[in-house]
């Protein structure tokens, strides 16, 4: 079974990493969006070189071909890319495979594919991106996790250190975190808050 770090931290730019991984942070999405192809390669292949270099775990968001030439690890894919994607590509490279859920039915979808880990999201409100989904709350969270059985939980959506404690009670190995980090007044502080609150944990 795939062993998550309980901070999961997501960026869109490898500056993040030459800022953030030394202070040890040990699982980190690379999701970056409307960007030219070429840039989205440079990106991949450098994120890939800091994560080996600092022992952090890449986990590339989309970008599945290029992950796989690159010789990364881990793919996250959101429905309508898992829909597109040639999963037995992915498998027969060795990488490991999260994918995004919001409903019942998606979940169905991506227990279909037999990931290394759910994402559950928004669990709160998220200023991230406009979602058609309601907030999930704790509760669906715990219910989640029941249905997941042993297979990792990531929740996403609104967390700050104070809200992960719940969701990590309530069954989640892992918090996905994106706008409280990157728009703190102080990032590097943040993160230091997050990884005390996930030893504490």
Request: a negative charge.
């Amino acid at each position: 079974m795939t062993a998550l770090h309980r901070f999961y931290l997501i960026v869109d730019h490898t500056d993040w990493l030459k800022r953030l991984l030394p202070l040890g942070v040990r699982f980190v999405q690379l999701r970056i969006k409307d960007r030219p192809l070429d840039a989205v390669r440079g990106e991949i292949a450098l994120a890939r070189k800091l994560c080996l270099e600092a022992g952090a775990q890449l986990i590339v968001n989309d970008y599945w071909r290029i992950a796989i030439e690159e010789g990364c690890d881990f793919i996250h894919l959101g429905q309508e890319d898992l829909q597109e994607a040639d999963l037995g590509a992915i498998r027969a490279a060795g990488m490991k495979l999260g994918v995004s859920t919001h409903d019942d039915a998606e979940l169905e979808t991506a227990l279909a594919v037999r990931p290394d880990y759910v994402a559950l999201g928004p669990v709160w409100p998220t200023i991230l991106k406009k979602m058609p989904w309601a907030p999930q709350g704790v509760a669906r969270v715990s219910e989640w996790k029941r249905r997941l059985g042993q297979m990792p939980l990531v929740a996403i959506g609104g967390l700050t250190p104070e809200r992960a404690r719940e969701v990590w009670a309530a069954g989640a190995e892992s918090a996905a975190v994106v706008t409280d980090v990157l728009r703190a007044a102080d990032p590097e502080a943040r993160v230091r808050e997050w990884l005390q609150a996930a030893e504490a944990a």
